[in-house]
């Protein structure tokens, strides 16, 4: 079966602009969840969608959002872009949510690479 | 919040040799797992442990959660130039906001 992909792969955008993100998640998973990922701070979690809803979220502040579809497909938009927000963002999906996704398991996309310049 | 500390951070290896990478975190672990990623792509799952003094293997990688299920260490035999990348555990935090939070990531180079 198909994995799990994200769109664009790679993208550049200027200080100022805003950015949407997407992701398709493994057909019948139903949440998906965003990581960014920096050198220097490694993975972190932004947020968690289940059946259209945010579960959980990270500690970002408001520029970063995010919205689930009734198909499961979710984008990922950050606004206004800092310099430091230059970084790989990944989902990944899973059949379960939350508690039970440790028994579903998280598959991860190939990631979309950010350059804020 | 849940914290994973992860060593070494890095690790040169001649092929051939055994390596092992720790995991250790600050509570206990509700579900263990292992990814590897190839710089700049996404994580690839290798295993998943949820019972403490729980083992898994595939090919030439096991992985082990030790009984108190705050410690998980990943052992690779005869390492291989294709086992090269980067090394991250991650665990699911508990409570009542459950989120899957990540340690640093070891780097693992073997030279042939």
């Known amino acids: 079966k198909a994995g799990v992909t994200q769109t664009p792969r790679y993208l550049i955008k200027t200080r100022g602009q805003q950015v949407t993100l997407s992701c398709s998640p493994i057909?019948?998973?139903?949440?998906v969840s965003w990581y960014q990922q920096t050198p220097g701070q490694g993975l972190q979690f932004l947020f968690e969608?289940?059946?259209?809803?945010?579960?959980n979220k990270g500690n970002f502040p408001g520029r970063f959002s995010g919205r689930q579809f009734s198909n499961s497909r979710s984008e990922m938009n950050v606004s206004t872009l800092e310099l430091g927000d230059s970084a790989l963002y990944l989902c990944?999906?899973?059949?379960?949510?939350?508690?039970?996704?440790?028994?579903?398991?998280?598959?991860f996309g190939s990631g979309t690479r950010l350059t804020v310049v | 919040s849940q914290e994973l500390e992860q060593s070494p951070q890095s690790l040169i290896v001649q092929e051939g040799k055994n390596l092992t990478i720790n995991c250790t975190s600050s509570?206990?672990?509700?579900?263990l797992y292992w990814y590897k990623q190839k710089y700049g792509e996404g994580l690839i799952f290798l295993m998943m442990?949820?019972?403490?003094?729980e083992e898994k293997s595939h090919e030439k990688i096991t992985a082990k959660l030790d009984e108190k299920k705050q410690q998980s260490s990943l052992h690779i035999t005869a390492s291989q130039p294709s086992h090269a990348g980067i090394y991250l555990c991650?665990?699911?935090?508990?409570?009542?906001?459950?989120?899957?939070?990540f340690g640093k990531g070891t780097l693992l180079t073997v030279n042939p």
């Open positions: 990944a999906s899973s059949h379960g949510q939350g508690q039970a996704s440790t028994f579903y398991g998280y598959t």
């Open positions: 057909s019948g998973h139903r949440s």
């Open positions: 969608y289940f059946s259209e809803t945010q579960r």
């Open positions: 509570k206990t672990l509700y579900g």
């Open positions: 442990l949820q019972k403490g003094g």
């Open positions: 991650g665990a699911l935090s508990g409570g009542s906001n459950y989120k899957l939070t």
